[in-house]
């Protein structure tokens, strides 16, 4: 291997911990920041998801509360329960866990969370700030990863990134973030998609290459140019001898990879807890503009 490693759990800790310290010196004696999180069903990983969002809010200052409800919850109930935080002035973020069963809307859902309490940054108002560069809060995974960068000194204006993926939780935000005019992006975006015919005559253009879309090891060394920044946004579950029975691997074949790579991300502990960490200086943030 010869890539330098970008240390998501070193940079998450760094930032926890300087939430941490902002909220001890703005919080009231009568009020601190406050994250309700809704969790619908009992999905393994979306339950890990938010016990880890409890902890770190815990460990940060931030009180934080979880409602469960069980999967056969109506869509009505559902909104119900989120005009509840909307309309309580002590809840100042609020976040539903994605995936939703089938048969509620999450575009529904996401649209009742008042937007000034929307720290995930889904709501289509938060969405459209950011795309207009005057953003109210930053999307969790895209903006983990711009810090990641920032924080390696590794320069994004005027290079050519190119992100696998469109999602609307990571690639098309992602995009709109690392294009505006500011000195942490400036650069020349290239979204690939299903779509594309031959991938990796786009990908060995990158200078930057962000793989996010959940194939497992699909990012090969012939496909990466020499010298190129990789981050890895994917985590995927393959069988393997463990007592688990399987191991986690990200987008990126990481051992190739590393071999021709400047820098990379590791699957886990790159750009996943980096998600969490944004997360709550999005809650903070939300805590500032209602107090």
């Not at 559902?78 to 539903?96: A, C, R, Y």
């Not at 994605?98 to 000034?116: D, F, S, T, Y």
């Not at 709501?123 to 005057?134: A, I, K, W």
């Amino acid at each position: 291997m010869r890539a330098t490693l970008i240390d998501g759990k070193t940079v998450a800790a760094q930032i926890r911990e300087e939430v941490r310290l902002e909220v001890e010196r703005i919080s009231r004696s009568d009020q601190k920041p406050a994250l309700a999180v809704i969790l619908v069903g009992d999905d393994p990983a979306s339950q890990v998801y938010v016990r880890n969002k409890a902890r770190a809010c815990e460990k940060a200052g931030i009180h934080s509360i979880t409602q469960t409800f069980p999967a056969e919850i109506s869509e009505q109930q559902l909104l119900n329960e989120i005009q509840k935080f909307n309309d309580s002035p002590e809840w100042h973020g609020i976040l539903v866990q994605l995936p939703l069963p089938a048969h509620i809307n999450a575009e529904r859902v996401i649209e009742a969370i008042r937007p000034e309490k929307d720290v995930d940054c889904f709501h289509p108002f938060n969405v459209g700030r950011l795309m207009l560069g005057m953003p109210v809060f930053l999307p969790a995974t895209p903006a983990g990863i711009v810090e990641l960068l920032h924080r390696y000194q590794i320069e994004t204006s005027g290079k050519h990134v190119v992100i696998l993926g469109r999602s609307n939780i990571v690639g098309k935000p992602l995009a709109n973030l690392l294009m505006q005019k500011d000195p942490r992006a400036n650069a020349i975006v290239t979204v690939v998609h299903s779509a594309a015919g031959d991938v990796t005559s786009y990908t060995r253009e990158a200078d930057i290459l962000i793989a996010a879309i959940g194939k497992a090891e699909f990012v090969r060394k012939e496909m990466v140019k020499e010298g190129a920044v990789v981050i890895d946004v994917g985590i995927n579950r393959v069988e393997a001898d463990t007592p688990r029975g399987y191991r986690l691997v990200g987008d990126v074949a990481f051992d190739e990879v590393a071999e021709v790579a400047d820098y990379i991300t590791p699957v886990p502990g790159g750009v996943g807890p980096m998600t969490i960490a944004m997360l709550l200086k999005n809650t903070l943030k939300a805590y500032e503009i209602q107090s």
